[in-house]
């Protein structure tokens, strides 16, 4: 079964680069999110996707809250 074939043998990346997916793997991606299991039925599903200049400042936020949370947050990396 292809599915499992692919889940046994990814990888997992420690940072992501350029270049992004298209938009039609995107598309793909989406499909597939939404045929994912809803046991608590909280549709409808909402994705947001992040690109350009606001990927950037949304990590930028997300490190200022973190050294905001967690002062010696570098000292744990």
């Given amino acids: 079964m292809e599915t499992l074939k692919a889940l ?3 990888n ?3 940072s992501l680069s350029e270049p992004a997916p ?3 793997e995107m598309e793909l991606v989406f499909q597939a999110a939404l045929r994912a299991s809803d046991h608590a039925r909280l549709r409808p599903w909402r ?4 690109t350009g200049e ?3 400042k ?12 967690n002062k010696d947050i570098y000292q744990k990396l």
């Fill in 22 to 24: 298209t938009q039609k």
């Fill in 47 to 50: 994705f947001i996707e992040v």
């Fill in 58 to 69: 949304l990590g930028n936020a997300f490190l200022k809250t973190a050294k905001d949370q």
């Fill in 8 to 10: 046994h043998t990814r």
């Fill in 54 to 56: 606001g990927r950037k």
């Fill in 12 to 14: 997992s990346v420690a």
